[in-house]
């Protein structure tokens, strides 16, 4: 038996920075960024990809809130 087969991976989406990379081998799901290299899932993935967006939504509108609000808080109390 020979299990030393090579695998082929599949970048699905991304770039050299960040990429996602599948085996239809193993069905091995892996999110490459930078050096670092995350085991996920489907399902992981999908919820990554949620959360992600909301962080984006989120920020976005924190940035936006941010000139309209006055550096009262950032200021003195008294
Ligand atoms: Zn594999």
Redesign the pocket.
């Given at each position: 038996m020979n299990s030393n087969k090579r695998?082929k991976?599949v970048c699905l989406s991304g770039n050299d920075e960040c990429r996602v990379v599948f085996?239809p081998?193993?069905g091995?799901l892996e999110i490459n960024l930078g050096e670092h290299t995350v085991r996920t899932n489907t399902e992981s993935l999908h919820l990554l990809s949620s959360v992600l967006n909301h962080a984006k939504v989120q920020l976005a509108q924190m940035q936006n809130k941010l000139p309209a609000t006055p550096s009262m808080r950032l200021g003195r109390v008294h």
């Open positions: 695998h991976k085996c081998d193993c091995t």
